[in-house]
């Protein structure tokens, strides 16, 4: 059979991504891989047959190892077929988010010059149909050979378009698969975008036997009864999808015993307050996981499990370093630093990205001496944990202090009346920058600027609390869901009204 074949050859040549796929079908051929499609469920010998059959079509129209496949699609069965039928032409993914402008869409493509692009489920059923029953001849590539080009959606600057190596994607399935244990009864459940983070759990969980389960809208009822009627035991969110959940009307008729399938909720892309980690933890239960990564170094540099989470000193911390990275905290001047000082987080490993497309100089500056500089500024205590401060370029220089962002939208997190907030510098006569918070302030509750300030003099000091609050009705956010603290300082500026 191909697969035989396909993995015979891939134990005499280096391991590919896609062989932790082919794998797992010679073990699992009648089990579930992808549950709920509009056909019904999906073994994994139907989800290989189906791989086959689109890669085979691929390979027809572009037969170029390393060639690159643009896929702007929804949340589907052929979304995730088009996925692994890349991976399996020996073909470059370029992700491309349906919800993204035209406008930056057309950036995206003209950087990255796909040469297939899908933009249409309906064409990857047709190759499903046209091309079933055939097989993709196997493209012997290396470990450093290009696997994914994704674009960064960091909350400060422009995206850069990052080559993920077969080596990364390797590591990345690794690390997440070994450090959240996952098992052959998982089901996982795809409904953050698959063109982000929600594609790392892809490979790791296809290795060990899981099911995917895919919805193409997020809506907090489609996303219940999907845990409901499958099972559910995993989601990777990003804190908003998380809030839309609890904060649902109808989230008590779920959360109270509907959802005990659940073992696994991991958020990452943006931190959580305390309050609201709480939040989910009692409305989904002590099943509140997270997890640190960059597109630079994806999912995971570091993450925590749900006990540890349970853990007062732990709310803020993003965890520790995944089984796949070494983490370092260095000072301005590249020295390593001790446990405890505060510094640029660094990582460096197999996770690591092999550096950003057609930008040697500012690969050269981010990848020094094997070190990822992630510009994150962060510490890790003595147990090994880490904590992330904020970023290098928003650090606040106020009166000759280093303020870190991070450490005052903690602060305000805790009190009552906040729902969220985003705190940044603004030039200041005196100060030189004057640290500024714009806050959303919960529901039928209210609260004054004076008393916001006070609250964190009263744990902070006098320089770390806001010269001034703006209160607003949302926080801008960036593509993959993160508040952008450069977004919310420009519409500050832009519009000059405080409230």
């Not at 469920?41 to 027809?60: I, S, W």
């Not at 890349?86 to 057309?106: I, Q």
């Not at 990255?112 to 249409?120: E, G, Q, V």
């Not at 993709?136 to 378009?161: H, L, M």
């Amino acid at each position: 059979m191909h697969h035989e074949t396909i993995l015979s050859r891939a134990t005499e040549q280096v391991l590919q991504p896609i062989d932790r796929f082919y794998q797992s079908v010679a073990r699992n051929r009648d089990a579930v891989a992808v549950a709920g499609t509009a056909d019904g469920d999906v073994t994994y010998a139907g989800l290989a047959r189906a791989v086959d059959a689109v890669a085979a079509a691929f390979q027809e129209r572009d037969g170029a190892a390393g060639s690159r496949v643009g896929i702007c699609l929804s949340n589907s069965y052929e979304h995730l077929v088009a996925l692994l039928a890349t991976y399996a032409a020996g073909k470059v993914w370029v992700p491309l988010g349906f919800r993204n402008a035209r406008a930056e869409l057309d950036a995206m493509i003209a950087a990255t010059r796909p040469s297939i692009l899908i933009d249409d489920a309906a064409a990857i059923r047709k190759m499903i149909a046209e091309y079933d029953g055939k097989t993709p001849a196997r493209a012997e590539r290396g470990a450093e050979d290009p696997q994914i080009i994704k674009f960064s959606g960091g909350s400060t600057g422009a995206p850069k378009a990052v080559v993920q190596s077969q080596r990364c994607v390797n590591a990345q399935a690794d690390g997440l698969r070994d450090f959240f244990e996952f098992q052959s009864d998982d089901v996982n459940l795809i409904a953050a975008p698959l063109t982000h983070g929600a594609s790392c759990f892809v490979l790791p969980m296809l290795e060990v036997g899981g099911t995917h389960v895919l919805v193409e809208s997020a809506k907090p009822e489609i996303i219940f009864d999907a845990i409901t009627a499958h099972g559910v035991t995993t989601i990777y969110a990003p804190p908003t999808l998380l809030y839309a959940l609890i904060d649902h009307p109808r989230a008590p008729a779920y959360t109270r015993g509907k959802s005990s399938s659940l073992r696994h909720v991991i958020y990452s892309a943006a931190p959580m307050p305390p309050q609201r980690i709480r939040d989910c933890q009692s409305a989904l239960g002590p099943v509140i996981e997270t997890a640190y990564g960059q597109v630079e170094a994806p999912q995971i540099i570091s993450a925590m499990r749900a006990d540890e989470l349970l853990i007062e000193e732990n709310l803020l911390s993003v965890g520790r370093p995944s089984p796949v990275v070494t983490v370092g905290i260095v000072s301005a001047t590249g020295e390593l630093l001790p446990s405890g000082e505060v510094g640029e987080i660094v990582v460096s490993g197999p996770l690591v990205m092999s550096g950003y497309l057609d930008r040697e100089e500012e690969t050269a500056r981010t990848i020094v001496d094997g070190w990822l500089h992630t510009g994150d500024i962060g510490t890790i205590d003595d147990r090994g944990y880490l904590f992330i401060r904020g970023r290098l370029r928003e650090v606040i220089n106020t009166g000759g202090f280093k303020v870190y962002p991070a450490d005052v939208e903690a602060c305000l997190a805790k009190h009552r009346a906040v729902e969220e907030c985003a705190v940044f510098g603004m030039p200041d006569a005196k100060w030189g920058d004057a640290v500024n918070a714009a806050v959303v302030v919960r529901e039928e509750m209210d609260v004054s600027a004076e008393n916001l300030i006070a609250w964190v003099k009263a744990e902070l000091g006098s320089v770390k609390a806001p010269k001034r609050i703006w209160f607003v009705d949302h926080l801008e956010r960036n593509a993959a869901g993160k508040v952008s603290r450069g977004g919310v300082r420009a519409r500050i500026i832009s519009s000059n009204v405080a409230q």
